[in-house]
């Protein structure tokens, strides 16, 4: 049975006052939403955005925390003890090492949190086969993460269609450059949680945007 597409909001805002604003815009068409957690070590811009911060924006929204930076530790305890926390993603070029990956798994499993690995556009798709199996979710990035508004790299499409070929389950995320241009192709790639952050933002209606999408 095809998997069920799910579109999450991408939230990639640098401090409280953006990240009121794009959450404002999507707030009251989705009920889950993908926030952005940026370093200056993984990539080159860092956001302050917190639990602690955003909790009052938020009220009941399911999140899916897309951790872009090098030491995932210093993240994990407060975003997977926040209450709307559904899922982490982390990035495989952040923490190859398997012992360091196995323990924040069982860590995050304890506190009942999915898990979800991202890879970015340049990283072969061999390096994380024999761990897709640990992982709820694998996010394929269609850009080089930490920056909105770049184009879809479209070599990604034959990651996601491998990836769906060996893992009919799996729940491939796609991140990055979704467009009404590329959103088909991406589906019928394999991909059935498609993340979206410019493209939203930018519409003046949000609906005629997704409508623009089928």
């Known amino acids: 049975m095809p998997?069920?597409?799910?579109?999450?909001p991408a939230i990639l805002a640098y401090n409280l006052e953006q990240f009121k604003q794009q959450w404002q815009k999507?707030?009251?068409?989705f009920k889950s939403f993908q926030i952005d957690i940026l370093d200056t070590d993984f990539v080159d811009s860092r956001n302050n955005l917190s639990?602690?911060?955003i909790k009052s924006v938020i009220k009941k929204a399911d999140l899916e925390i897309h951790l872009m930076v090098k030491d995932?530790?210093?993240y994990l305890g407060p975003w997977a003890n926040f209450k709307n926390t559904k899922k982490i993603i982390w990035h495989y070029e952040a923490t190859p090492d398997l012992d360091d990956m196995n323990i924040a798994?069982?860590?995050l499993k304890k506190n009942k949190i999915k898990a979800g690995l991202a890879i970015n556009p340049k990283t072969k798709l061999k390096f994380i086969l024999p761990l897709v199996k640990k992982f709820d979710t694998i996010l394929i990035m269609g850009v080089e993460p930490g920056q909105m508004g770049q184009v879809f790299n479209k070599k990604v499409l034959s990651k996601i269609k491998k990836l769906r070929k060996k893992f009919p389950d799996l729940n491939i995320e796609i991140d990055g450059g979704v467009n009404e241009k590329n959103y088909q192709k991406i589906i019928k790639a394999g991909a059935n949680l498609?993340?979206?952050g410019k493209y939203l933002?930018?519409?003046e209606n949000l609906k005629t945007a997704l409508k623009q999408l089928k």
């Open 3 to 8: 998997k069920k597409i799910q579109i999450l």
């Open 26 to 29: 999507v707030a009251k068409d």
């Open 51 to 53: 639990p602690r911060k």
């Open 72 to 74: 995932i530790n210093s």
């Open 105 to 107: 798994l069982r860590w």
């Open 194 to 196: 498609i993340v979206m």
């Open 201 to 203: 933002q930018k519409a």
